[in-house]
């Protein structure tokens, strides 16, 4: 999950720690964190949004009726000038049926954008809006894709692995996204098994270099490696800082986007941790000109904090199993 379609047993662990008060997180309140307009997140079956500056979460898509056994949203992605919301459902792993949805930001005009199978498990998703692109990693696929705003002309842009041959590897699985198209550069997680240290961050160049594949491309680089367990990321492309949840130890962290040459991925020693004590960390969305995080947990939290990761609030706490979020201004 981010490690979703999740086992049992995990689920069963999430649904144990919801139900625990959330005044276990040390919560600091240093500085108020400047509200932005909306932040956008999913249940399993849900898209909602809630105001930072206050009132209750609001359902905008309830999906649960008609909702597969074992599915489960995950990526969510805002477009505000088109108004649309865009999201990825993993669907079952075994069925290689995931799919990518679109409302508007009502709720309404549902659409399907990338039907079941043009994805394996969708995980985080990410917009280019001047390129009219999505943009996913997908787990058991192994891979990370794009296709246009409509659904057109799906990609595989990497592919970590061979989903038949290697199923279940979760070394190869990947999870978060991020995009510096400024650089036109991609960077991507993946994830290794539930807190096995094995989760690596990786980048690459958006396009495959020519005369290469997907699966042999020589331009990717390990930025970090053994970490507990990556999920999803966010970047501040001013700063060059690179932020992301860790489901294995249940944080958000922050690092340089650019690590110094001779720098070794597994012993890095500038990951900054900014929150603690989440109930299985898992989205991650940043708002640099208001100085603002949201951040989600499968244990039912969304929260916010300064991006040094003071002033740390929960605006809803359990709400069921939460994945992506995205805050908008």
């Given at each position: ?12 662990f ?10 276990s997180v ?18 399993a079956s849900r ?5 930072p500056?206050g009132?209750a979460?609001?359902?905008l ?7 597969t056994?074992?599915?489960v949203?995950d ?7 088109r108004?649309?919301?865009y999201?990825?459902n993993?669907?079952?792993a ?6 990518i ?10 659409t ?8 394996f498990t969708p995980k ?10 999505l943009?996913?990693?997908?787990r ?7 296709s ?8 595989t842009?990497?592919r ?7 199923r ?10 991020a995009?510096?198209l400024r650089?036109g550069?991609?960077y991507w ?5 539930d807190?096995?240290g094995e989760?690596v ?12 594949t ?20 966010d970047?501040?492309?001013d ?9 294995g ?7 340089p986007?650019d ?11 500038d ?5 603690r004590?989440?109930?299985e960390?898992i989205?991650?969305s ?11 947990s ?17 605006l809803?706490?359990?709400?069921g199993?939460l ?7």
């Amino acid at each position: 999950m981010s490690g979703l379609n999740i086992s049992l047993g995990r689920l069963a662990f999430a649904a144990v720690l919801g139900a625990f008060s959330w005044s276990s997180v040390a919560v600091q309140a240093d500085e108020p964190v400047k509200s932005a307009s909306k932040v956008y997140f999913l249940g399993a079956s849900r898209v909602m949004a809630v105001d930072p500056s206050g009132g209750a979460p609001v359902i905008l898509v309830d999906q649960t009726a008609q909702a597969t056994r074992g599915t489960v949203n995950d990526g969510i992605a805002i477009d505000p000038r088109r108004g649309h919301i865009y999201w990825t459902n993993m669907g079952r792993a075994s069925e290689d049926d995931g799919y990518i949805m679109r409302s508007d930001f009502d709720g309404g005009g549902l659409t399907m954008v990338v039907p079941p199978g043009g994805a394996f498990t969708p995980k985080q998703l990410k917009i280019d809006l001047e390129g009219r692109k999505l943009y996913w990693s997908d787990r058991e696929g192994m891979a990370v894709m794009r296709s246009n705003l409509d659904g057109s002309d799906i990609e595989t842009l990497i592919r970590t692995g061979d989903p038949e041959r290697d199923r279940g590897d979760a070394t190869r699985w990947c999870v978060g996204i991020a995009l510096d198209l400024r650089r036109g550069e991609i960077y991507w997680t993946q994830k290794g098994g539930d807190d096995a240290g094995e989760g690596v961050i990786r980048r690459a160049g958006i396009n495959i270099p020519a005369g290469q594949t997907a699966s042999s491309r020589t331009d990717i680089e390990t930025l970090f490696s053994k970490l507990p367990e990556p999920i999803d990321l966010d970047l501040d492309l001013d700063r060059r800082l690179i932020y992301w949840t860790d489901r294995g130890d249940n944080t958000v962290s922050r690092a340089p986007m650019d690590p110094p040459a001779s720098a070794d991925p597994a012993r890095r020693t500038d990951r900054e941790i900014l929150v603690r004590g989440l109930k299985e960390a898992i989205g991650v969305s940043i708002d640099v000109d208001r100085d603002t995080m949201a951040f989600t947990s499968l244990g039912g939290e969304v929260g916010v904090a300064s991006l040094d990761g003071k002033a740390m609030r929960m605006l809803a706490v359990d709400q069921g199993l939460l994945t992506g979020v995205e805050i908008v201004n």
